[in-house]
Every structure is written in structure tokens, then in C-alpha cells.
């Protein structure tokens, strides 16, 4: 490999992890939603017995969903901020790159 291309940067493959990053960031904030506002489960849902009341199971498996659904929203919360940073740094190093092929250029023009 010659040393000029020991350290070449394809821009337009950080263009391309950009633009794939912000489909993912897309489609997780669809994820997102539905964790948070698609998956309720209401206290009568899974039945009541005598009086209104609510069976033992009823209120474990509730309880149980409740719990689950807020570990899923953390989890594509920590998912949507990873990829967000991940897409703004890549995208800062692209400029930066950028900015440097610019000078280069700039500078052998004269």
C-alpha cells in the first residue's frame, strides 16, 4: 500500500453510516412510542373475580408487565442515545475530514 493511501477516508462511506444511523434513529423512535404508549396493560384486563376484586395472578402478572414495559423503554432509551451520539460524532468526523481534503487540495492549488 502506498503511503498515500495508508491514510485515505471514503466520505462518502461516512455519508452512507449517517444516513443508515438516522434510519435507525428513525425507526427507533417508533419504537420508542410503542413501548411507551402501545403496550399498557390495565388493571382489569386480565380479569376480576367476585366483587370487583382482582385475582392474586391478575395483580402479579400487572405488576409484572408494568416492571417489563419500563425496562423496554430504558432499554431503546439507551439505544436511541447511543445511536445519536454514534451519528453525531461520525458525522463531525466526516466534516472534519472533509475540511482536511478541502485544505489539501486548497494547498496543492496554490
Do not use: C, W
Not at 420508542?32 to 376484586?53: E, H, I, R
Not at 442515545?81 to 454514534?86: A, L
Request: glycine share 8%; net charge neutral; hydrophobic share 35%.
Amino acid at each position: 500500500m502506498a503511503k498515500s493511501e495508508a491514510y485515505r477516508v471514503d466520505l462518502s462511506s461516512l455519508e452512507q453510516v449517517v444516513k443508515d444511523l438516522n434510519g435507525i434513529l428513525k425507526q427507533l423512535n417508533g419504537a420508542d412510542s410503542s413501548a411507551k404508549y402501545k403496550t399498557t396493560l390495565s388493571p382489569t384486563a386480565l380479569g376480576t373475580g367476585a366483587n370487583g376484586v382482582n385475582f392474586t395472578e391478575a395483580d402479579k402478572m400487572t405488576k409484572a408487565h408494568a416492571v417489563m414495559k419500563r425496562h423496554i423503554e430504558e432499554i431503546v432509551e439507551h439505544l436511541n442515545e447511543v445511536m445519536d451520539q454514534y451519528g453525531k460524532k461520525t458525522k463531525r468526523a466526516h466534516g472534519a475530514y472533509q475540511d482536511q481534503d478541502a485544505d489539501v487540495v486548497r494547498t496543492m492549488n496554490g
